[in-house]
């Protein structure tokens, strides 16, 4: 499984390396064009990568990994095919941007699979061995592309993928299992996708074609301002969307923040050098496309070799003591090659050595930049997170090769050497960046997997014999805004808690997303309807929801911040009361005021301290049939027994989220813990 997702990956950045090499032949098929013009080959691509890269993690998450890794493969392969044969510029840069559509289907999906099929002591080293595939390929990118370029042009840098995409997908289909991320099944935020997308369209527009236009043109300060609007606009749908982009729980994980921004420097540092070197070696030194792509062999080696070995290391001393000094040295590569690269040719003595660094500060740079992004993030959200840091890398990428395009221009022989030795410069800025960056990151102590348990005892399974048949009571079966059955504003006189019904609203919970955050300011009451919460004070587990339990009452009332963090155990809905309407029944009828605040002072009277320990919590089997005719119920019944030997079980029979929670009603848990919740369709 781990030779499949990294043979994934390596299809995917070989392709980078690969185009890189071919773009000064595809200059000499269009003569016409300019630089500026022909990045677009390169920034259609990332671009595309980037936005969708996020909106393809999401949907690994919810479709299924081996089911997004073979798509992916499979529309990366024919958007090659479709380059290959592209007749115009034009037409290139759409059929990259098909290319880009599946390898951002393809690099989440591999990378899930690896992370998701190790322990969290072991992820670090896999994650460094997906990393070092991708090296590998940077490594054997350029020669394979120096050679299939020479010997029949560009078209053949994309036609390489066919035969290496079609052995990915005979050999996905073979060995791979699917897999996905519990609880979630929310389509992510397409529309933000795209907005993003045009936004860094507009931002690459702006910046490349800047010199044409004057930086103060018309036209180049309105392509800035439409990125500008359009980035704004993607951080509202952001805000608005039930599945954004870019999961809030992510955000609040500092080594994941640091690592990001960390990789988008890194990136754009990473694409300027390495179409710098490539220009460098065939319009400086005039080496023919194979010897160019073969000189940049020794740095991609290097980097898969250091790449493997310190991921372990990282994860066991801290990241900031090689990743700080990887970033140096990275520099210091690129200082070297500014300084000693000359005029005439001279591998050996100028650029080998340099090759020999940049291969270091690469190994032990972006590869622990990814390990450190990942190592906090809980498993069910692994794809997301390595497309976030897969997305950097690109934006990265996009803004690196945009800015060198502008300090390059249109280079002749005579500014062509010192507008190469300012794109080394870029990238020696970049990289002592980088290292500043990472200094926060230490040792990382990765999150437990979505399906663990959270207390180290092993858990108890409780449930009193079933009774003779479940009554469907209100507090589970009324998905509606009806409050009759809340003793908090039951008992309100008619019109006011009509009042409060109005306003009230049904809030879907996705299993793992918080509902409030212990600090936000308050606001409205909850009452849980259906599934599972949990309470957490100061990041510890107090108590756990369920239906009819209402919480925020206090700060319905006074507006204080929320004292805790509830969050979904598993997908639950919620009653909203919002703290408008309460405000405008108390201040319009005083008997309601009188009686609401007394309900309030009876619940805080007699609430459990929050110093007490959680009670033992019951858990919830589900066996879940993956096709049709699995034997479920045989299933469940020999779990059933063996587990019996030594705990209280009960089998409750196929069930679904609604019919599992009106189970634990009847058996007397409808306020009580429980665990998590049975899948849809199985058998508890």
């Avoid at 490594?139 to 840098?157: F, K, S």
């Avoid at 409780?462 to 908090?488: I, K």
Wanted: glycine share 12%; charged share 15%.
């Amino acid at each position: 499984m781990l030779l499949v997702a990294c043979f994934g990956a390596f299809l995917a950045f070989l392709d980078a390396t690969v185009v890189n090499v071919a773009f000064p032949s595809i200059r000499e098929s269009f003569p016409t064009v300019s630089i500026g013009g022909l990045s677009w080959v390169l920034n259609a691509y990332n671009i595309v990568f980037a936005a969708f890269l996020i909106v393809f993690g999401r949907l690994t998450d919810l479709i299924g990994r081996r089911r997004s890794f073979i798509g992916g493969v499979a529309v990366f392969t024919l958007g090659s095919v479709l380059c290959g044969a592209a007749p115009t510029v034009e037409m290139l840069v759409v059929f990259r941007v098909v290319q880009a559509l599946g390898a951002a289907a393809l690099v989440p999906a591999s990378l899930a699979l690896v992370i998701a099929a190790f322990p969290g002591e072991r992820r670090a080293h896999a994650i460094g061995l997906w990393g070092a595939s991708a090296a590998v390929a940077a490594g054997l990118g350029p020669p394979i592309g120096g050679a299939l370029t020479q010997v029949g042009g560009w078209r053949w840098a994309f036609l390489v993928n066919l035969p290496f995409g079609l052995a990915a997908l005979w050999s996905a289909r073979r060995q791979l299992v699917e897999s996905r991320a519990p609880g979630r099944r929310t389509l992510p935020d397409l529309a933000g996708a795209a907005t993003l997308a045009a936004s860094l369209a507009l931002l690459n527009l702006g910046i490349v074609k800047g010199t044409d236009w004057g930086w103060t043109g018309t036209a180049t300060l309105a392509s800035l301002a439409g990125a500008v609007v359009l980035f704004a606009g993607f951080v509202l749908s952001s805000r608005r969307h039930r599945s954004p982009l870019v999961d809030p729980t992510l955000l609040r994980l500092r080594s994941f923040d640091i690592g990001s921004a960390a990789t988008v420097v890194a990136g754009f540092g990473f694409y300027a050098y390495l179409l710098t070197n490539i220009l460098w070696l065939q319009y400086v030194w005039g080496y023919d496309v194979l010897r160019a792509g073969l000189a940049l062999v020794p740095g991609a080696v290097v980097a898969a070799i250091v790449a493997s070995r310190l991921g372990p290391l990282a994860e066991r001393f801290g990241y900031r003591w090689f990743v700080v000094p990887g970033a140096i040295i990275w520099a210091g590569a690129y200082l070297w090659y500014h300084q000693r690269v000359g005029l005439e040719p001279a591998f050996w003595s100028a650029w080998m050595p340099g090759q020999v660094l940049s291969g270091i500060g690469v190994g032990a740079t972006l590869p622990l930049l990814g390990s450190a992004s990942l190592a906090a993030v809980p498993g069910g959200r692994y794809a997301t997170a390595s497309a976030v840091n897969s997305s950097a890398r690109q934006l990265g990428g996009v803004l690196g090769i945009a800015i060198l395009v502008v300090v390059l221009g249109n280079p002749t022989a005579e500014t062509a050497v010192a507008a190469f030795r300012s794109g080394w410069v870029l990238s020696i800025v970049a990289f002592l960046v980088v290292a500043l960056v990472a200094i926060p990151l230490g040792r990382i102590r990765s999150a437990p997997d979505a399906e663990a348990v959270e207390d180290e005892r092993p858990p108890k399974v409780f449930a009193p014999d079933p009774p003779p048949e479940w009554a469907v009571t209100p507090a589970v079966s009324a998905l509606s805004t009806d409050l009759g059955d809340v003793p908090l504003v039951a008992a309100l006189p008619e019109a006011a808690r009509r009042r409060v019904e109005s306003a009230s609203r049904l809030v879907e919970v996705p299993a793992g997303q918080d509902l409030v955050r212990e600090g936000d300011p308050g606001g409205s009451a909850f009452v849980v309807r259906r599934g599972r919460l949990e309470v957490f004070v100061g990041g510890r587990r107090i108590r756990e929801l369920g239906p009819g339990a209402v919480l925020g009452e206090l700060a319905l009332l006074t507006g204080e911040p929320r004292s805790a963090t509830v969050r979904a155990r598993r997908d639950a809905t919620v009653l909203e009361l919002p703290r408008e309407a309460l405000e405008g029944v108390l201040e319009s009828d005083a008997q309601a005021s009188r009686f609401l605040l007394g309900q309030v002072a009876e619940r805080l009277r007699t609430a459990a301290p929050p110093s007490a320990p959680p009670p033992e919590r019951p858990t919830v089997v589900s066996v879940v049939g993956v096709h049709p005719g699995a034997p479920v119920d045989e299933v469940a019944s020999a779990l059933t027994a063996r587990m019996g030997t030594h705990l209280d079980v009960v089998q409750l029979g196929r069930v679904d989220p609604d019919r599992l929670a009106r189970a634990e009603v009847g058996h007397g848990r409808g306020g009580r813990p429980a665990g998590a919740g049975a899948g849809r369709g199985g058998r508890a």
